[in-house]
Structure formats: structure tokens, C-alpha cells
């Protein structure tokens, strides 16, 4: 719908005023413009604003760097190109968002401007002294051409378009049409203007969309104040409640097929529609007392230029009901809309009724006993029952009847009221004492209300069954059916750890539990719960379906239109993610608190839904609700780079060290710019969109060097969004410590260092091992020699002497020592074998899996078990150390298999890799017992002696055993500590500080 609607009440639109005594800007505004990138233009006394919607920022630093300067500013025109045209005196100036041209050549007051459907513009001038040329101007290359000499006409106040794309001005003498070169004069009819040679009378004029003019004489009179015309004559507009020849004419607005505006001296405006005229004037809001300029932009909005500020102007999705319409209180604690098509409002006295279709307005009154009204009620028969302070009273054919108890008393605050479908009337009584709730019932056709007990505490909301019997839901959270005779709890366990607020039942049966947890639905037995996180903020307490069947939600946060399509998903899919929704709230004029009785929310039979509160009768039409279809323009206007301001956005390139952005922008929407929200984002800093709600500007700190774009994005007041947005990029160059060339320098330089580092703890490594391992090897020679001069020369001793006494015994005594002998040889063999072992005695080549093989052999060369040795990899040398302990844990782990296992067969597998040297040994036999482990405490020391070898060299040793299962012992070595290291240049390097 259009912005401002003629159907809406002045008084009813939503009203925005900026007044001087605000001192967002200076002087009293003279013109207004719009230019194609959306920003309002303003010229006041004090020079040319640009106005966003939040801020007025002054213009007059471009204006007084012009050639020739102009003191004042008298028009504002903003063209199809996207330029803004500048009245001065003696002057006129275009801005092309970038550059200002200046146009000169004749003198006077450039009043006003237009631009025709050609695209040509045209200006005209007044006090024009000493010149022949005319008062109609056009400016061209850079200096300005006036016509209109010749046929009279010199100066003007005001010029229009038609749209015939004829020209229309007029002076004080006569109104004068310009169309294809030609000059038309319509000479005035009043005598009283023919004494202002020029200079004065007509100040505004208003071309219709018929071919006909508006003639606005800033005198009233006969034949002035405002005239129509039409076929060539002026005629005055009369009706009953008004003469066009009363006003005093400033400025005029003429809609397509729409109604027609004037400004008036100190006559506020006034808004004429098929001769009914309505006023607005500062006791209603306007900023002054005058009308002096009209302007609709490009949303649609109504702006008013008075001599003390600028108005706006714009319709509303709520409308308002107050004193200002006639209702008789500023509040409402309950209305109802009747079937009837009539509006109640309970007010203090009885009730404000309101009637009529296009736009109802006040039309009865219904005057009651008491001094405070409560809650209404329309009955199934039309009956209307109105609560007042303690009683009821039920309106029937223009009769009033009052409700009592048994026993005559009155029956207390009206708290709520149902009819159910047998035609019972209840009634919830509040005793605000002990917060207790009574509930009434009246039956039908009796003035009597009888008692019902129920149990339950005052109630929150008392509402008919679809069927029979009422539901209440008490403070307590408790929700009860209830007929005559018979009170149900509702212990559905969708209500489990729920905390109810309202209550309805839908046209299917279907019970809305309105939670502080979001919405419960009960049908029957069943139950569904809507963990809907925007109800629940909300905390709705009241609703109502539209006529479409959309669901109109009411709550803190105001009113939520939930669509009919989502509402029937509810049930089907209650975790189903809400879509976004409309909601009406405090920024579109609804009032938030509530009326405090029922009913507070009532829908009429047009549709229309009409709401009790603290600011008024309020009506919603769900049919007919402002929405704003046009994206948000969007314009990054300034940016502040270490505290400097950039002149141009264009210059984005900025210096090494340069760090710290602040940035400007903004979104050109101004029917309600506090509902405008915008998002950011800045390439090569930002992973995500930042939304920043109605934040208008962007700080970065501490950024890199690199290249950015920053992007911003704004929606209007209806939350439709300009997804192009705004944007531009800048680069931050690098310091010189920040370039590639000295990033790679310093990595190669801490690469160097690193590797010098790593080089002399390699070489500190090396050298400790080295030294272990020559201590190790000088006790091992130590040892070898210890056994070689002892053991092993007093056994080659022992040996020879018994040699020498062999022939000295009996043959069967030197077989005996023969044998015995030969045994001692033999482990003589072993010592000297082992002294070897000790002193290291065996090539680098030496293959250890043929080692393992040969030690096999001799260890299983008389057993059953049969031995294989596999090997995985490519075989590699192996360090001496390593080579002997491997050689011993797998004479340990062979041994122990060979004794005590039992196994028919033994595998040994050896893996070489490039980081690690693996051993495994598996045999089939019993399996190790669950003490074997701890033989050690009994003197065996097999598996500790294995497990410590092989962690004295850097490995890990396990052994896992079940029993009957076999036996399967894991050696692991780090291939740097297994394997004799290939030379190399950075072998070379790393030993260079042995040499």
C-alpha cells in the first residue's frame, strides 16, 4: 500500500517532526529534494543539509569552495541523473555526488525548479532588476538562458510540470502555460493583484492529472486563497464546511488520482478529497504554523516544510483511537467488536461506540452507574453485557438490566466472561484481596447468577468450548473444563514443567496453551509442545485467527502474525524452525500494555482486529498493512584510517603501518529508521557476516597488510533487505619487515639457526652416547680380559693337569676323566665365545636373521618344535649394541620356549622399516600361567632381564600370553636407535665437529 493512504486520517498517520528548537540543524528550511542515491536534501537560512533518516550533515564546505559563491540557498531539484540542482542568487549549481558546476549569467533568486519529462531543467527566477529576458530559465553548458520577455512574464514564485509536459508559472498578473516554444497567458480575474507588478500573489501551483491547474494566492479574497483551473477558467472550490477563498495559500500537493494538499499561512495544512477538506495545525503535532513546501519521496512518505521545522509523514499498521478522535478517554481497559459491525470501548462511563465502514468513528454512547468499566461481552443473541465497578449489566433492545447474585447482592469485578454453547453466561469474579477467583453462571433468559464452585484461583482467562462448558486457566497455571455440575483438570502431560500464560481454542477444538516456554496444543488426549523461541521472549497471553487464518499472537513484544501454513505444520512437525514473521510492535505505534479486563483483543467482521490498550482503542487490518517494497539504498559514506578521514573512497591504497579503520555507512529509508538493521562484512578479516542491528558503524584495529573489501548490507522497516548492498576495497601495504622478500630471509635465517641449534644437540647427543657406549665397551673389555686372564687360564690349567695324571690312572678312571675333559674344553669354547661377545668382535655386514637362524638350530636341533625365521622389509645393518641385545632377547625368548612351552611350532618374524626395527616371537605352546610373571620373587629372572635389556638400549618389550594359547613376546626399536645411520651430507654436517 502507498505510504500515505487519503482513506487515513491526518491525525492517524504516524507522525515524525524535526523542529528548530532541536538544533539538529539551522534555520528555517526553505526546499526539499531527493536524489536518486535515496538522500533527503534540505535548504534552510543557514545553507544545504544532507539528512539520512538520523543525521542532518552540513553541505555548505562543497557550497563555499564554488567559483563564485552564493550567499543563500532558495531551491532544491533533484534530477532523473542522479544530480542535485542548487538555487542560488545569481546562480545555479549541479552536484554530481563528486564535482560542483556552477551555472551564472543572470541576476535574481532562483525560486524554484523542475525537470520536465524531456529531462531538460527548468528555473525560475524573482526580483529581477534591469533585465528583458524573462523569468523562465534554463541552464546550459555553464551559464544560464532566460525566456519569457517578449509575452510578460519576468518573475515567479512557483513552477510546475504537466503532464503534457507543458511548463506552468505565474506572476502576479496572470498564469502562464509554456508547451513547444509557445507562451499561453490566462489573465487573473482579481484587481487586487494587478498592483504587485510581478512581484507577488501566486505562490504555488498544482497541475492535476486532467490537464487542469491549481492556482495558490498567498491572499484571500474573492478570486484568490485557491482556485481550479480548468478549460481555461479558474473557478473557486466550495462545500458545506468550506470556501477555497478563505485560505491563504503557501504551498501546494496535488496526488494522482488522490487528494490535494495545502500549505497555508499560519493555517497549518490541509488535505482536500472530493470536497471534504481536513485540518492539521500545530495543536495537532505540526512543527509550525505555516505549510510553506510539500514533498513526497521515493517511498511514499509525506514531507511538510513549516517556518519552525520540517514534519513527515507516513501511514501506519496500527491506528490509533483516542480523545483526538472523540472517545471519551485516552485509554481502553477492554473493547469488543460486535457482529454488527460496531466497535465498543469501555470507558469510565459506560461505552464509546464506534461505527462505519471505510474508517468507523464515534456514533453512541452508552452511559452506565459507577465510575470505572470492566469487562464486555457480546451474547450469542446479541446482547451486550458490560461489567461496572462491582456489578454487571446486560444491554438488550435498547433496554439495561443488572445481573445480581442470590440474595440481590452485586457480584464483584468483572474479571473475564464466556458464553457457551448452551447459552450460560460465566462470569469470573476478582477478589484482588486474597487473590481467590468466583465464578458465576447466568442461564439463559434470567437476571439471577448462580454460584459455582470450582477450586481454582482467579482467573487469567475464561473462554467457551467449542462444544459445552467453558475452560479456565487460573494464576496458578491450572486449567480446568467446567459445566454445571462438573469441574475437569486438563492434566495433559504436554503441560508437564509448563508455565501457562493464555488460552484459546482454535474452530477445530484445538487448545492454544500460550507457556513462558513457548506454545502447548492438546487435542483430546494428545499433545503437542512448540519449543518456538520468539513466542516464548514474547510471553504471548492472548490471540486470535484472522479471516485468512493466519494467527495473530499478542504479547510483551507486541503482535506476531504467525501464517496460516505454519500454524498447520505445528502439529505435524512441532520442532520445525520458524520462518521470520511479521510483528507489530512499540516502533509502529502499538501499544504494549494491555487493557486489563476481556476483551483486550476482538476481531470485527470486515476482518479488522481491534485491541484494548493503554495507548488507546487500536485497530490492525490484516488485509490492508503497510509494507515498504522498496530495498534500503545503501552508501558507505565516510572512512577514518588511523584517526585520519580519507577524502575519497576511490584512494584505497594505504601505507605500511597503517592499522586502524573506522567506516561510515548508512541506509536511505525513512519511513522508520529505527527499525533499519544492517549487516558487515570485510573480506580477508571476516569468516562471517557481523549483524550489528542499527549500528551505522564498522571498527577494525590491528589489521594486516593485505587487500580487503568491506560490504555492507541494510533492511527497511518492513525487513526487506538490499542484499547488493555497498561496497569497496582497499589495500594496506607492508612494511618492509612485512614483505615476502624478508618474511623468506628471516625463515631461512631461523631455518639456519634452528639447524645449527639442532646440529650442536645432535652433536652434544651424540657425545653422551658415544661416551656411554665406550664406557659400556671399556667394563665389557674389562670384563673379557678379567675372564681371559682368571677363569678361562686356570681352567686351560685344570686341563692340562689333568692331562698329565691320565696316565697315571687305570683305563676305566681315563675314559671317565676323558669325557670330562672334553666337557671342560667345550666350556672353554663357550668363554671364549662370550669374551668375544663382550668385546664386540663382529662385522657391520653381519645379517642378524642368519644369526637367528644359526642360534635356532642349535637350540632346537634335538626338539620336536619346528623354528621358521620370516623377515619383512629391506634388511639394514644394525648397530652393535642393538645386534647383541636382539641376539640375546631372542636366545631368552627361544630358551624359555624350547623348556617350558610345549610348542610344536615357533615363528620369528623380524621387520624392517625406515623408523623402527620390530621383532615378534610366537609360538602354539600352553601359554605362560598367571605367576609367570612374577617368577622373579622365586629366583627366574628370564622375562625382567628381556624387558630390561630391551629398554636399556631404547626399546619396549610385551609379552601377552593366555593360557593354552601360545606365548607372544613384541621387541619394538626406534629405527635411530636400531640402525647404523647412512652417511650423508647432513651426516657430514652433523659430525663435522667430531673431526
Not at 492517524?12 to 523542529?19: E, F, I, K, L
Not at 494522482?256 to 494538499?261: A, T, V, Y
Not at 473493547?335 to 461505552?351: C, N, P, R, Y
Not at 571476516?686 to 584495529?701: I, M, S
Request: aromatic content about 10%; proline content about 4%; charged content about 20%.
Amino acid at each position: 500500500m502507498t505510504a500515505v493512504s487519503s482513506s487515513t486520517p491526518i491525525t492517524q498517520y504516524v507522525h515524525t517532526a524535526w523542529r528548530l528548537e532541536d538544533g539538529q540543524f539551522d534555520g528555517v528550511p526553505r526546499a526539499i529534494a531527493q536524489t536518486t542515491d535515496g538522500y533527503i536534501w534540505i535548504a534552510t537560512e543557514a545553507g544545504v543539509f544532507r539528512f539520512d533518516g538520523v543525521r542532518f550533515v552540513p553541505f555548505n564546505d562543497v557550497l563555499q569552495k564554488a567559483p563564485n559563491p552564493s550567499g543563500d540557498v532558495w531551491s532544491l531539484l533533484g534530477a532523473s541523473d542522479g544530480s542535485l540542482w542548487i538555487g542560488g542568487t545569481n546562480h545555479i549549481y549541479r552536484w554530481n555526488g563528486m564535482t560542483l558546476s556552477t551555472f551564472a549569467g543572470r541576476v535574481g533568486r532562483y525560486v524554484a525548479m523542475v525537470e520536465d519529462h524531456s529531462g531538460v531543467i527548468w528555473a525560475i527566477r524573482e526580483r529581477v532588476r534591469g533585465e528583458r529576458e524573462g523569468g523562465l530559465c534554463r541552464p546550459s553548458g555553464s551559464t544560464i538562458a532566460c525566456i519569457g520577455g517578449k509575452s510578460g512574464f519576468f518573475s515567479s514564485y512557483t513552477v510546475a510540470v504537466g503532464p503534457d509536459n507543458s511548463i506552468w508559472a505565474a506572476n502576479g498578473q496572470a498564469l502562464f502555460r509554456f508547451h513547444s516554444g509557445t507562451f499561453r497567458e490566462f489573465p487573473f480575474f482579481s484587481s487586487r493583484l494587478r498592483g504587485t507588478q510581478g512581484l507577488g500573489g501566486v505562490t504555488a501551483l498544482a497541475p492535476d492529472s486532467e490537464g487542469g491547474v491549481w492556482i495558490g494566492f498567498d491572499v484571500a479574497g474573492r478570486h484568490l486563497g485557491l482556485e481550479h483551473l480548468q478549460n481555461g477558467h479558474p473557478q473557486p472550490v466550495r462545500s458545506s464546511t468550506f470556501s477555497s477563498t478563505d485560505l491563504k495559500v503557501e504551498a501546494l500537493l496535488a496526488e494522482k488520482d488522490g487528494p490535494l494538499w495545502i500549505g497555508s499561512f499560519e493555517g497549518g495544512i490541509d488535505r482536500m478529497l472530493d470536497g471534504d477538506i481536513e485540518h492539521y495545525g500545530p495543536n495537532d503535532g505540526l512543527s509550525g504554523d505555516s505549510g510553506g513546501k510539500f514533498f513526497k519521496d521515493r517511498e511514499g512518505d509525506l514531507w511538510v516544510l513549516t517556518d519552525k521545522g520540517i514534519d513527515r509523514f507516513r501511514d501506519a499498521s496500527v491506528l490509533t483511537y483516542t480523545s483526538a478522535q472523540r472517545l471519551s478517554l485516552n485509554y481502553s481497559d477492554a473493547a469488543l467488536a460486535s457482529q454488527d459491525g460496531s466497535i465498543w470501548a469501555v470507558t469510565d462511563t459506560g461505552a464509546d461506540i464506534l461505527r462505519g465502514q471505510a474508517l468507523p468513528r464515534l456514533s453512541d454512547r452508552v452511559h452506565l452507574p459507577g465510575t470505572r468499566g470492566t469487562s464486555i461481552l457480546e451474547g450469542l443473541n446479541g446482547d451486550m453485557w458490560l461489567g461496572r465497578d462491582n456489578d454487571l449489566y446486560r444491554i438488550a433492545n435498547h433496554s439495561t438490566t443488572r445481573i445480581r447474585a442470590e440474595g440481590g447482592d452485586s457480584l464483584g469485578v468483572v474479571g473475564r466472561m464466556a458464553q457457551d454453547k448452551q447459552g450460560n453466561v460465566w462470569i469470573s469474579i476478582w477478589k484482588l484481596q486474597d487473590d481467590d477467583s468466583i465464578l458465576y453462571v447466568v442461564r439463559p433468559n434470567e437476571d439471577v447468577a448462580q454460584r459455582v464452585v470450582t477450586g481454582l484461583g482467579m482467573s487469567d482467562a475464561t473462554i467457551a468450548d467449542f462444544r459445552s462448558g467453558i475452560w479456565i486457566l487460573d494464576r496458578s497455571g491450572h486449567i480446568a473444563h467446567v459445566e454445571i455440575g462438573k469441574v475437569e483438570l486438563e492434566r495433559n502431560e504436554a503441560l508437564n514443567q509448563k508455565h501457562p500464560l493464555g488460552l484459546m481454542q482454535g474452530p477445530n477444538g484445538t487448545l492454544y496453551v500460550w507457556c513462558k516456554e513457548g506454545l502447548v496444543l492438546i487435542r483430546g488426549a494428545e499433545g503437542r509442545f512448540i519449543p518456538d523461541p520468539q513466542l516464548a521472549s514474547c510471553q504471548v497471553h492472548e490471540s486470535i485467527f484472522d479471516l485468512a487464518g493466519a494467527l495473530w499472537a499478542r504479547g510483551k513484544c507486541g503482535l506476531i502474525r504467525v501464517p496460516k501454513s505454519e500454524v498447520e505444520e505445528w502439529w505435524k512437525h512441532p520442532n520445525t524452525s520458524p520462518q521470520p514473521r511479521l510483528l507489530i510492535g512499540a516502533k509502529d505505534g502499538l501499544g504494549l500494555n494491555w487493557g486489563d479486563f476481556s476483551l483486550t483483543i476482538s476481531r470485527s467482521p470486515d476482518g479488522r482486529l481491534w485491541l484494548a490498550t493503554r495507548h488507546g482503542l487500536q485497530m490492525v487490518d490484516p488485509a490492508h498493512l503497510y509494507f515498504n517494497s522498496i530495498p534500503p539504498p545503501v552508501v558507505i559514506e565516510s572512512l577514518i584510517a588511523d584517526h585520519t578521514r580519507v577524502p575519497h573512497l576511490a584512494s584505497n591504497d594505504f601505507p605500511a603501518g597503517t592499522r586502524d579503520f573506522e567506516i561510515d555507512y548508512t541506509a536511505l529509508s525513512f519511513p522508520n529508521p529505527a527499525k533499519v538493521l544492517f549487516r558487515y562484512k570485510l573480506d580477508g578479516h571476516d569468516k562471517e557476516w557481523q549483524d550489528v542491528g542499527k549500528r551505522r558503524q564498522a571498527f577494525y584495529t590491528n589489521l594486516t597488510p593485505g587487500h580487503y573489501t568491506f560490504h555492507v548490507t541494510a533492511c527497511n522497516d518492513s525487513g526487506l533487505w538490499n542484499e547488493q548492498g555497498a561496497s569497496f576495497h582497499f589495500d594496506i601495504e607492508p612494511a618492509w619487515y612485512q614483505t615476502l622478500w624478508f618474511q623468506l630471509i628471516a625463515a631461512a635465517l631461523t631455518f639456519c639457526m634452528l639447524l645449527i641449534v639442532y646440529i650442536i644437540r645432535a652433536r652434544v647427543i651424540s657425545e653422551r652416547v658415544t661416551l656411554r657406549v665406550s664406557e659400556r665397551m671399556s667394563e665389557r673389555m674389562r670384563i673379557s680380559r678379567e675372564l681371559h686372564d682368571t677363569l678361562l687360564q686356570a681352567i686351560q690349567g685344570i686341563i692340562l693337569r689333568f692331562s698329565t695324571l691320565m696316565d697315571r690312572v687305570s683305563p676305566d678312571v681315563q675314559e671317565e676323566m676323558e669325557r670330562s675333559l672334553n666337557d671342560t674344553e667345550s666350556l672353554l669354547v663357550l668363554g671364549r665365545d662370550r669374551i668375544k661377545e663382550l668385546r664386540g668382535q663382529f662385522s657391520d655386514e653381519a645379517d642378524i636373521a642368519l644369526e637367528i637362524q644359526s642360534l635356532s638350530a642349535t637350540l632346537f636341533a634335538n626338539h620336536r618344535c619346528k623354528v621358521s625365521v620370516e623377515t619383512k622389509g629391506t634388511s639394514r645393518p644394525l648397530k652393535a649394541i642393538a645386534y647383541e641385545e636382539i641376539v640375546w632377547i631372542a636366545r631368552e625368548a627361544m630358551t624359555n620356549s624350547c623348556k617350558h612351552s610345549n610348542a610344536e611350532a615357533l615363528t620369528l618374524r623380524l621387520s624392517f622399516t625406515p623408523s623402527s626395527f620390530r621383532m615378534s616371537i610366537r609360538d602354539n605352546g600352553i601359554g605362560l600361567g598367571p605367576d609367570a610373571l612374577r617368577a622373579h620373587n622365586r629366583g627366574h629372572f628370564g622375562l625382567v632381564s628381556m624387558r630390561e635389556r630391551a629398554e636399556g638400549i631404547g626399546g619396549r618389550l610385551s609379552v601377552s600370553s593366555e593360557s593354552g594359547q601360545g606365548t607372544l613376546v613384541n621387541l619394538s626399536l626406534p629405527g635411530r636407535v636400531a640402525y647404523i645411520a647412512r652417511r650423508g651430507w647432513f651426516s657430514d654436517l652433523v659430525s663435522f665437529g667430531h673431526r
